[in-house]
């Protein structure tokens, strides 16, 4: 059974600095986009940044030039560099990943459990 396990959050003064792993783990046969999403309290689950297989990258507006997402496809792993934190970027992070169980299988979204982190102004 695919796993996803995140890794990295916690508490962070604003202008601080984190990095968030996520490492999908199991059988699987590929892994087409992996990204990062997050949820504020009262507030709808949201993007952050997504990557391909091939490295091609989206960035939501609200953290452009300020996170970057890397992917390092043998270790099916993502990172989410955030620098520049602000109390706006508080939320619980979700790691998500499209891929296929087995060659013949139609691409499926994986949820992590989460990992929080904090921003104080």
């Known amino acids: 059974q695919v796993q996803l396990v995140e890794s990295g959050g916690g508490l962070v003064q604003a202008g601080g600095s984190l990095r968030l792993s996520c490492t999908a783990s199991?059988?699987?046969?590929?892994?087409?986009?992996m990204g990062w999403y997050r949820q504020a309290p009262g507030k709808q689950r949201e993007l952050v940044a997504a990557?391909?297989?091939?490295?091609?990258?989206n960035y939501a507006d609200s953290v452009k030039g300020r996170f970057t997402i890397s992917r390092d496809n043998a270790k099916n792993t993502v990172y989410l560099q955030m620098n520049s934190l602000t109390a706006e970027d508080t939320a619980v992070y979700y790691c998500?990943?499209?891929?296929?169980?087995?060659?013949?299988?139609?691409?499926?979204?994986?949820w992590g459990q989460g990992t929080q982190v904090t921003v104080s102004s």
């Open positions: 199991g059988r699987l046969f590929s892994i087409d986009v």
């Open positions: 998500n990943a499209r891929l296929k169980v087995y060659k013949w299988s139609l691409g499926s979204d994986y």
């Open positions: 990557v391909t297989s091939t490295g091609s990258t």
